[in-house]
């Protein structure tokens, strides 16, 4: 069950998840307010996307009438122009609602407001004159009042008069039909006006019925929806005039019923007739274009030229279209109509029972298409990534856009496509966003990972580049180097019970030595065992890639003197060293001293150069005696240096007695590690019997370095730099390849490193890198062939930096050394010699190298090589 819930966890939190639950919930909430309680709440830009989509579903679907149930008498410019300015003598008015009457409309409905007297009648127009006799005033007096022609037409028609709502103040009053409601109440819902600019009370009396004509603003001003009905004053209900003209035209005494559910108002209900609303009460309009067969000029119908066949069984509307008047508004059709024509529209689909609906199903079918895209997105996005699951949100707006189209086309039904579109592509964006997030966080990953491995330059190039790596490479002039321990086969021996302390090792030596290379933005090709290969000049193009590789050589001998030190710091303090000075310093501690301290610890390289101290009398008196010890004592560790140079005592008998079989032994060892003792041990095998030679192989087979008791250690290794056209690119297979380089240049730079153990350097550089960083200290060591090549290179040793160049103690060297290879070039053996010593002393480290011309120079004395010797020394071994 834990391992479950964890599994859970882990799912829930992959590629933004939470995030995304998170946002499904706020859009199925922004989607329907009421969930959280809010009656009339709906985001405008939420419902701005969905009204329009409406509209264009109302242009792509127009609803097409022939025969208009609803005819408009139109107060029209022609009108006016002809029977006079607006507003028009009651009577004339009147005389059109007993010519409609006549002609036997079920139902009159005024869309406009008669709320002051007549002021054209003879009474008002008696008041206002000043100069009138009283017989005059009298006779005005005596005729009939316009607004009571007006009412006794009204008693001999149905005709409901229309009443205007008033958001500044107006007058509460009673409709003309009681109001009743089933469910919920409607106070909450209906659209409220403070009160309403009612039409005078003896035009009220006679009416058959009233209605509120004035339309709610929408917030882009286009009349989509017509309130069925209104309350007065916040709790009075009052009808709509196209609700109470279709209740007077039917004669019913019933109540108008509001219908209510849990979500708002669902019905109005006039003689039992239910006519859907929205949750507010009103009534969504299907529209028609607009059509002038539905009008009927007003002039004309006064003027008796209108065909009153047209108005017999039709409802009346009796509205104005003038522009003097400004009746007109805004429809989804995209052009403007008269208020009077809306009207008509709205009562044609309500008799037609074509008026839309939007019942809160369909919020539901839409808020259940929100939810299941929205999970299947939240599961599959973060799984199957973004190209297989943008299906979803297209899948949404086809189905949705198609359904919506259908369920208007056929049922009058408002589905809204938007929302559920805009909500799933809005949710596949976030979640396709975070998952972007994760995979940049685990590319960031897998390049901190890759980088332990491959270099930071590669990884980086790897992880912008979005095309896959190719096989392939180019010719590109570059600087390789190899880097190597020297004598790792000893050192393991030293870690033979404790593999983690030789990885541990093994991993400070490598890290200090990349650091170097990453620090003059070189590449790190790969890590072999104890070795590293690096480059310059690829993937990034550095002109001085020579250079830097020189300074990065001259960092990784500065990191390991480092390294060295904390290693004996680790192991055990100097002894001998002394207490503290006061103040807590520490006296200074000399070469001999710290050898001396090193050489106790068990550190074979220290124990060697301290033997050559003793043997040279160089910071202590000479003595054979110690310096034969301390040889010794490196020897047994399995120092190579040291064998050879005990193997080559045993072959002259110095300071020990002549063993050739010993001397075999000890050269046997150091040839393991050492190429250049492959001759002296040839000729001491050849001055030996098969069974002596057979003894001492048996020996060599069983020979284990000395054990210590101490892990004190000093690391040394060989650095071998190159330059030169190479291929660089990704090499290997096509199931698994690597970034790196190959070629000649590549092959000399490993051959270069080895020799270091030969010469007794550090760096040995080739030509080609010294003639591209001419800036640094280099010294020649020799010209060489080595393993696997017949031409000889001119190699260097890099001894410092450009600074150490200009020095005139280096200049000093450079001369005398270079006056010293003419001589032995020239086989000036003596002078050759006079000219050795005149250089050891002019630069430190260089001992093994002058050491191995003087053992070169010993055996030429005996055995010359020639007239035809060019110098080149050729190498037996890699």
Same mark, same amino acid.
Request: glycine content about 8%; aromatic content about 8%.
């Given at each position: 069950?834990r391992?479950l819930?964890?599994r859970?966890?882990?799912?829930?939190?992959?590629?933004?998840?939470?995030p995304?639950a998170i946002?499904?919930i706020?859009l199925?909430?922004?989607q329907n307010?009421s969930?959280?309680g809010?009656?009339?709440?709906d985001l405008t830009l939420?419902?701005?996307?969905?009204?329009r989509?409406f509209?264009?579903?109302?242009r792509?679907?127009l609803?097409?009438?022939?025969n208009?149930p609803v005819?408009?008498v139109?107060v029209?410019?022609?009108?006016?122009?002809?029977?006079?300015q607006w507003?028009?003598?009651r009577?004339?008015?009147?005389?059109m609602v007993?010519i409609?009457?006549?002609?036997?409309?079920p139902?009159?409905?005024?869309?406009?407001?008669?709320?002051?007297?007549d002021?054209?009648?003879p009474?008002a127009?008696?008041?206002?004159?000043t $100069?009138a006799?009283?017989?005059?005033?009298?006779?005005l007096?005596?005729?009939?009042?316009?607004?009571l022609?007006?009412?006794?037409?009204?008693?001999?028609?149905?005709v409901?008069l229309?009443?205007?709502?008033?958001n500044i103040?107006?007058?509460?009053?009673?409709?003309?039909?009681?109001?009743?409601?089933? +469910?919920r109440?409607?106070v909450p819902?209906l659209?409220?006006?403070?009160?309403?600019?009612?039409?005078?009370?003896?035009?009220?009396?006679?009416?058959?019925?009233r209605?509120?004509f004035?339309?709610?603003?929408?917030?882009d001003g286009?009349?989509?929806?017509?309130?069925?009905?209104?309350?007065i004053?916040g709790n009075?209900p009052?009808?709509s005039?196209?609700?109470?003209?279709?209740?007077v035209?039917?004669g019913t005494?019933s109540?108008?019923?509001?219908?209510s559910?849990?979500?708002?108002?669902?019905?109005?209900?006039?003689?039992?007739?239910?006519?859907p609303?929205d949750?507010?009460?009103?009534?969504?309009i299907?529209?028609g274009?607009?059509?002038?067969e539905?009008?009927?000029?007003?002039?004309?119908?006064?003027?008796g030229?209108?065909?009153?066949?047209?108005?017999a069984?039709?409802?009346?509307?009796?509205?104005?279209?003038a522009l003097?008047?400004?009746?007109?508004?805004?429809t989804?059709l995209?052009?403007?109509?008269?208020?009077?024509?809306?009207?008509a529209q709205?009562?044609?689909?309500?008799i037609k029972?074509?008026?839309?609906?939007?019942?809160y199903i369909?919020i539901?079918i839409?808020?259940?298409?929100?939810?299941v895209?929205?999970?299947?997105?939240?599961?599959?996005?973060?799984?199957?990534?973004a190209?297989?699951?943008i299906?979803?949100?297209?899948?949404v707006?086809?189905?949705?856009t198609?359904?919506?189209?259908?369920?208007f086309?056929?049922n009058?039904?408002?589905l809204?496509?938007?929302y559920?579109?805009?909500a799933t592509?809005?949710l596949?964006?976030?979640l396709?966003y975070?998952?972007q997030?994760?995979?940049?966080?685990?590319?960031?990953?897998?390049s901190r990972n890759?980088?332990?491995y491959l270099?930071p330059?590669?990884?980086?190039?790897l992880?912008?580049?979005?095309?896959?790596?190719?096989l392939?490479?180019?010719?590109r002039?570059?600087?390789v180097v190899?880097?190597?321990?020297?004598?790792f086969?000893t050192?393991?021996?030293r870690?033979k +019970?404790?593999?983690?302390?030789l990885t541990?090792?093994i991993?400070r030596f490598?890290?200090?030595? %990349?650091?170097?290379?990453?620090?003059?933005?070189g590449?790190?090709?790969?890590y072999?065992?104890?070795?590293?290969?690096?480059?310059?000049?690829?993937?990034v193009?550095?002109p001085d890639?020579?250079?830097?590789?020189?300074?990065?050589a001259?960092a990784?001998v500065?990191?390991?003197n480092?390294l060295?030190?904390?290693?004996a710091a680790e %192991?055990?303090p100097?002894k001998?060293?002394g207490?503290p000075?006061?103040?807590?310093?520490?006296?200074?501690?000399?070469?001999?001293e710290?050898l001396e301290?090193?050489?106790h610890s068990?550190?074979a390289?220290?124990?060697?150069q301290?033997?050559?101290a003793?043997?040279d009398?160089?910071?202590?008196?000479q003595?054979v005696e110690m310096a034969?010890?301390?040889?010794?004592?490196?020897?047994?560790q399995?120092d #190579?240096? #040291?064998?050879?140079?005990?193997?080559?005592?045993?072959?002259r008998?110095n300071?020990?007695p002549q063993?050739d079989?010993?001397?075999?032994?000890w050269l046997?060892?150091?040839?393991?590690?050492?190429?250049?003792?492959a001759?002296?041990?040839?000729?001491v095998?050849y001055?030996l019997?098969?069974?002596d030679?057979?003894?001492?192989?048996?020996?060599?087979?069983?020979?284990?370095?000395?054990?210590?008791? %101490?892990?004190?250690?000093?690391m040394e290794m060989?650095?071998?730099?190159?330059?030169?056209?190479?291929?660089?690119g990704?090499?290997g297979?096509k199931f698994?390849f690597?970034?790196?380089?190959m070629g000649?240049?590549?092959n000399?730079a490993?051959?270069?490193?080895?020799q270091?153990?030969t010469?007794?350097? $550090?760096?040995?550089?080739s030509e080609?890198?010294?003639? #591209?960083a001419?800036?640094?200290?280099?010294?020649?060591?020799d010209?060489?062939?080595?393993k696997?090549k017949?031409e000889a290179?001119?190699?260097?040793?890099l001894?410092?930096?450009?600074a150490?160049?200009q020095t005139?103690?280096?200049r000093?060297?450079?001369?005398?050394?270079a006056?010293?290879l003419?001589?032995?070039?020239?086989?000036?053996?003596g002078?050759?010699?006079?000219?050795?010593?005149a250089?050891?002393?002019r630069w430190?480290?260089?001992?093994?190298?002058?050491?191995?011309?003087?053992?070169r120079?010993?055996?030429?004395e005996?055995?010359?090589p020639?007239?035809?010797?060019?110098?080149?020394?050729?190498?037996?071994?890699?």
């Open positions: 069950m391992n819930f964890a859970l966890r882990r799912f829930a939190a992959g590629h933004g998840r939470i995304g946002l499904l706020g199925l909430i922004l307010p969930m959280l809010f009656q009339n709440a939420i419902e701005a996307l969905r009204v989509y509209d264009l579903l109302q792509a679907l609803r097409t009438e022939t208009h005819l408009i139109d029209d410019d022609k009108s006016i122009e002809e029977v006079g507003p028009w003598p009577n004339k008015i009147a005389k007993d409609l009457t006549r002609a036997k409309v139902a009159i409905g005024f869309d406009m407001v008669f709320s002051e007297p002021r054209t009648s009474d127009f008696a008041d206002n004159l $100069d006799t009283p017989d005059l005033t009298g006779l007096n005596a005729l009939p009042d316009n607004d022609i007006f009412a006794e037409s009204l008693k001999r028609s149905r409901a229309g009443e205007a709502g008033d103040g107006g007058q509460i009053t009673q409709p003309a039909a009681p109001f009743g409601w089933k +469910g109440s409607f819902y659209y409220n006006f403070p009160g309403i600019l009612p039409a005078l009370p003896v035009l009220r009396d006679a009416a058959a019925g209605g509120i004035s339309l709610p603003p929408e917030n286009v009349v989509r929806r017509v309130p069925a009905a209104v309350r004053g009075q009052y009808p005039l196209a609700i109470d003209l279709l209740r035209a039917t005494k109540p108008i019923v509001l219908e559910d849990y979500a708002g108002i669902a019905a109005v209900i006039v003689a039992g007739v239910r006519i609303t949750r507010n009460g009103q009534i969504w299907r529209y274009p607009h059509d002038p539905r009008f009927i000029s007003a002039a004309d119908l006064l003027a030229r209108a065909d009153l066949n047209r108005v069984g039709r409802l009346i509307l009796i509205g104005s279209s003097a008047l400004q009746d007109v508004h805004s989804p995209g052009y403007k109509m008269p208020g009077t024509e809306i009207m709205l009562i044609e689909t309500v029972q074509t008026t839309l609906q939007r019942p369909a539901g839409e808020a259940a298409v929100v939810a895209a929205g999970i299947l997105l939240i599961v599959l996005v973060p799984s199957l990534g190209r297989w699951t299906a979803v949100p297209v899948l707006a086809t189905a949705m198609g359904s919506s189209w259908y369920l086309s056929h009058n039904y408002l809204d496509a938007t559920p579109t805009a592509l809005a596949y964006l976030v396709v975070f998952g997030v994760a995979e940049e966080r685990r590319r960031k990953a897998v890759f980088a332990q270099s330059v590669v990884v980086e190039r992880a912008k580049d979005p095309n896959p790596p190719k392939g490479g180019e010719q002039d570059m600087t190899f880097v190597d321990i020297a004598g086969t050192l393991s021996e870690f +019970g404790d593999p983690e302390g541990h090792l991993n490598l890290t200090t030595m %990349s650091e170097s290379v990453l620090e003059q933005e590449t790190i090709d790969k072999i065992g104890d070795a590293m290969m690096a480059f310059w000049n690829a993937p193009d550095l890639h020579a250079a830097r590789g020189c300074a990065a001259l990784m500065d990191g390991l480092r060295n030190a904390e290693l %192991s055990q100097i001998g060293s207490a000075a006061a103040g807590g310093v520490a006296p200074a501690v000399t070469r001999i710290q301290s090193d050489a068990g550190i390289q220290a124990q060697y301290l033997a050559k003793y043997r009398g160089a910071g202590v008196k003595s034969l010890r301390w040889l010794r004592a490196a020897a047994d399995g #190579a240096r #040291a064998q050879r140079n005990l193997g080559l005592r045993y072959v008998g300071g020990v063993d079989r010993e001397a075999l032994f046997s060892l150091a040839q393991l590690h050492l190429d250049t003792v001759d002296d041990r040839a000729a095998q001055r019997s098969s069974p030679v057979e003894a001492v192989q048996a020996r060599v087979a069983a020979w284990k370095p000395a054990p210590i008791g %101490s892990r004190a250690i000093r060989g650095i071998g730099l190159n330059t030169g056209l190479c291929l660089a990704n090499l297979s698994r690597n970034y790196s380089v000649d240049p590549v000399l490993s051959r270069l490193e080895a270091t153990r010469y007794g350097v $550090d760096v040995i550089v080609s890198t010294r003639d #591209a001419p800036d640094y200290a280099f010294l020649e060591l010209l060489i062939a080595v696997g017949t290179v001119r190699i260097f040793a001894l410092g930096t450009g150490d160049a005139e103690q280096f000093q060297l450079t001369e005398t050394h006056r010293f003419t001589a032995y070039r020239a086989q000036r053996w002078e050759a010699r006079e000219l050795l010593r250089c050891r002393p430190d480290g260089l001992g093994e190298l002058y050491d191995l011309y003087a053992r120079i010993t055996m030429f005996d055995n010359p020639g007239t035809d010797w060019n110098g080149v020394y050729v190498a037996h071994s890699k």
